[in-house]
């Protein structure tokens, strides 16, 4: 669910939400493609944290379901294991059609070749993409030596 940009960017949005609707402490958090680091706190033992998660987890769900509906030209002939991640399958044509009446919501996604159909899909980037070279490795020049 949160290999779009947009819809980690909709994640922090409703986390901020929950910490101005429930008071949630926040200490520390970092959202990627693929899964979240959260440090929160209930200071007053209030019980805000399940509430909290309920809501963003919740909301940022909804959202996503509605949005990630496919258009796919011609039923089955084009599904794959592969569709679910694009938001529109089919012909260079349908899929062209398909960005165009999408318009600004759609930018970000580019037409992409997949054997005999085109998808309109976000790139995507590998996670090491955020990292200089110097941090891909455990390497000593990395590490902190102490006696």
């Known amino acids: 669910m949160l290999k779009f940009s947009k819809d980690r960017r909709r994640w922090l949005q409703w986390l901020f939400e929950a910490k101005r609707r429930y008071g ?3 200490l520390n958090y970092i959202v ?3 899964h979240i680091h959260l440090l929160v706190a209930d200071d007053k ?3 805000v944290i399940p509430d909290s998660i309920k809501l963003i987890a919740g909301r940022s769900g909804q959202e996503f379901n509605q949005r990630v509906d496919s258009c796919i030209e011609n039923g089955d002939k084009f599904r794959e294991e592969k569709w679910t991640g694009s938001i529109a ?3 260079e044509r349908f899929v062209a059609d398909i960005k165009t009446m999408m318009g600004g919501m759609a930018a970000g996604r580019r037409l ?3 054997g005999e159909t085109y998808q309109l899909r976000e790139t995507q980037r590998p996670y090491i993409d955020h990292f200089g070279a110097q941090k891909c490795e455990i390497d ?3 590490a902190y030596f102490w006696d």
Request: hydrophobic share 35%; aromatic share 0%.
């Open 24 to 26: 949630l402490t926040i």
């Open 32 to 34: 990627t493609s693929n």
């Open 45 to 47: 033992g209030r019980g």
């Open 89 to 91: 399958v089919g012909s």
């Open 112 to 114: 992409m070749e997949a």
């Open 140 to 142: 000593p020049i990395n």
